[in-house]
């Protein structure tokens, strides 16, 4: 218990003497960080909570559907929070109406797709001012810290020390380090954070595809492709 408490009180040690070397630049990155950690976290539950990686229910779904059990289909689709299975329940449902044109029902449900997707790329932007503002805030604070550090070797006269100035170069390279430390999880997160997303849209659009252009009869026992991003038609979702 004693060595996890001094271990505790060294980082904050470690931690206090970098705010005090870095000054309120290293303090604003820091505080970036811990803005950037709370978006991410709170994207995952959300992700988490809506299956977003779980396409197997949606074409299981349009599996069902093809065979021509589209109430089936549709209650199974409807059972999952993820994005494809819902927008799949939504295009099945409205599929059954034959009082508007196929171009009316695509745009119902393209608006309806895009508002979930909406959701999931809430607060994403924050994210990406902290990855690109973060390293330049670093470089801004070691230019300041270079600054001073020359400022200090100017007044030092004609008694110049070496350690004067390679201790104030140290002192502001720091808040490069920082910058780029805060920078670097940041961007590795968005992108996986964006590229999740780009696979849900993708997943919507190819269900909702299939759902007005498949032939029961011919493709009742033709499953679904594989996981493959490989399609010929584009996305109107992304």
């Known amino acids: 218990m004693n060595a996890f408490i001094g271990a505790i009180a060294g980082m904050w040690n470690q931690l206090t003497d970098i705010l005090l070397l870095g000054g309120p630049v290293v303090l ?30 949606a074409r299981s779904a349009l599996s069902i559907y093809r065979t021509g059990n589209a109430s089936a289909a549709m209650a199974m689709a409807r059972r999952s929070p993820n994005p494809a299975s819902r927008v799949l329940a939504r295009a099945i449902q409205l599929s059954a109406r034959h009082d508007l044109p196929e171009p009316v029902l695509r745009e ?39 600054i001073e550090a020359f400022r200090s070797l100017e007044a030092a006269g004609s008694q110049v ?61 033709n499953p679904l492709a594989d996981d493959s991003d490989d399609h010929d038609h584009s996305t109107p979702f992304v």
């Open 161 to 221: 020390n070496p350690a004067l100035l390679s201790g104030g170069i140290w002192q502001a390279l720091l808040t490069t380090a920082v910058g780029l430390a805060v920078a670097m999880p940041t961007i590795v997160a968005l992108n996986w954070l964006e590229r999740a997303i780009d696979r849900a849209a993708h997943e919507m659009d190819s269900v909702v595809t299939r759902v007005f252009t498949a032939d029961v009869n011919r493709t009742a026992h």
């Open 28 to 57: 604003l990155l820091l505080l970036m960080s811990v803005i950037a950690a709370a978006i991410v976290i709170a994207k995952l539950i959300q992700f988490r909570r809506v299956r977003i990686n779980d396409r197997r229910t």
């Open 108 to 146: 119902e449900i393209l608006q309806f797709g895009g508002d979930m997707l909406e959701s999931l790329r809430g607060h994403l932007r924050p994210l990406e001012v902290i990855a690109s503002l973060a390293p330049l805030l670093g470089l801004f604070g070691t230019v300041l810290g270079m």
